[in-house]
């Protein structure tokens, strides 16, 4: 069985545990990941410790980035295929889905092909970053065409 990283209760890093757990197949438009590489930020930090904006149901997963090998695939995915170098854009989810751990299951809608020149850890790292800037500027501040942004 696959080790998972999972948590009972919210709490600092201690309620952590490194579990092995058996790991469901994928459902309907859902892959399976073989990990090779995750992110680690703050909303998971804030997830973790009950201040996030979903709730936790017990015991919960962690994680919104990570790369990896697809090694299964449900039922309705097209575009992939096992055996695929995958980044993950962050799903909706951070309770349905979770990446810390050594497979993960997520959906096939939230993942990108990377090319062999970019390293696990980039491709894990790059998504968060960019979904973070696009839901600021983009969604909420609603920037478009001619806007001007200074950082």
Not at 33 to 56: C, D, H, I, P, T
Not at 79 to 97: H, N, Y
Request: net charge negative; hydrophobic share 45%; aromatic share 8%.
């Amino acid at each position: 069985m696959p080790k998972i990283v999972r948590f009972h209760g919210y709490g600092g890093p201690e309620v952590l545990k490194i579990e092995e757990v058996e790991v469901a197949p994928p459902g309907a438009g859902e892959v399976t990941l073989q990990v090779k590489a995750l992110g680690l930020n703050r909303a998971e930090s804030m997830f973790r410790s009950g201040q996030y904006v979903e709730e936790g149901e017990f015991p919960a997963r962690l994680g919104y980035e990570a790369a990896g090998v697809v090694s299964a695939l449900g039922s309705g995915v097209t575009g992939l295929k096992v055996g695929d170098a995958v980044s993950l854009i962050p799903p909706l989810s951070i309770t349905r889905w979770g990446t810390y751990g050594e497979v993960a299951t997520v959906p096939a809608a939230s993942l990108v092909k990377h090319p062999a020149s970019l390293g696990w850890s980039e491709a894990a790292a790059v998504w968060m970053q960019y979904v973070t800037a696009w839901g600021a500027l983009i969604e909420i501040a609603k920037l478009g065409a001619g806007d001007t942004v200074i950082v």
